[in-house]
């Protein structure tokens, strides 16, 4: 199995609704990014997070990195069309030393229906 | 406009072409690196530098190679490629290994070999 995972694979929601996507790992993080991807395109930055329990929002997007810093969830508020895409989560998994490696989860897919 | 531009963005090639594609970026960032995507095993890294002349293997650097003789280029050569090398490959960059900005992608090049 991945080290990182996300659920759900896939959503689809209907505009205006709320939806979380999480992303687990198998081993503590040291960083987690949240990324969003356009089918077919490039990553864009959301948001990263690095300390246990730290919540951060951009726009109708908020993430936060549960205490234990396992797990991170991504939460979108009233969804519009313009969120559809894959979100991918990525997480520095070691602690520091000279090169950090960063690992990405499989993404999920979102698809928000007007 | 702060970026990182890889070309082309559409390849197809035959079995043993040897093939180049170009990454830059023009944000002076000392940390770039090569992903490739595929479905249902998300982002893997295949090599990365963390300066000029310094480049390491990430998970999955058989039959690639790398060379950073600029800050601002970094380009991912097939010397032989093969079908399994078929895939969706992506260039980051990022100012240094932990600056809380994750990474700046590029738009992705589409290679298919046949």
């Known amino acids: 199995s991945q080290e990182l995972e996300q659920s759900p694979q896939s959503l689809i929601v209907q505009e205006g609704k709320n939806l979380t996507i999480n992303c687990t790992s198998s081993?503590?993080?040291?960083?987690l990014y949240w990324y969003k991807q356009k089918y077919g395109e490039g990553l864009i930055f959301l948001m990263m997070?690095?300390?246990?329990?730290e919540e951060k929002s951009h726009e109708k997007i908020t993430a936060k990195l549960d205490e234990k810093k396992q797990q991170s969830s991504l939460h979108i508020t009233a969804s519009q069309p313009s969120h559809a895409g894959i979100y991918l989560c990525g997480a520095d998994v070691t602690p520091k030393t000279s090169y950090d490696k960063v690992i990405f989860g499989p993404g999920t897919s979102l698809s928000v229906i007007p | 406009e702060a970026q990182v531009t890889q070309n082309p963005r559409y390849l197809i090639t035959v079995t043993g072409k040897k093939l180049t594609v170009t990454c830059s970026q023009n944000?002076?960032?000392?940390?770039m690196s090569w992903y490739r995507q595929d479905p249902g095993l998300g982002l893997r890294q295949i090599y990365y530098s963390m300066n000029v002349e310094v480049t390491d293997k990430g998970d999955v650097p058989e039959g690639y190679k790398v060379s950073r003789k600029e800050k601002r280029n970094f380009p991912l050569i097939l010397e032989s490629p093969s079908p399994n090398q078929t895939s969706l490959y992506f260039c980051?960059?990022?100012?240094?290994?932990?600056?809380?900005?994750?990474?700046?992608f590029g738009s992705g090049t589409r290679l298919t070999v046949v």
């Open positions: 980051a960059s990022s100012l240094s290994r932990r600056t809380g900005y994750g990474y700046t």
């Open positions: 081993k503590t993080l040291y960083g």
């Open positions: 997070l690095q300390k246990g329990g």
């Open positions: 944000m002076n960032h000392e940390y």
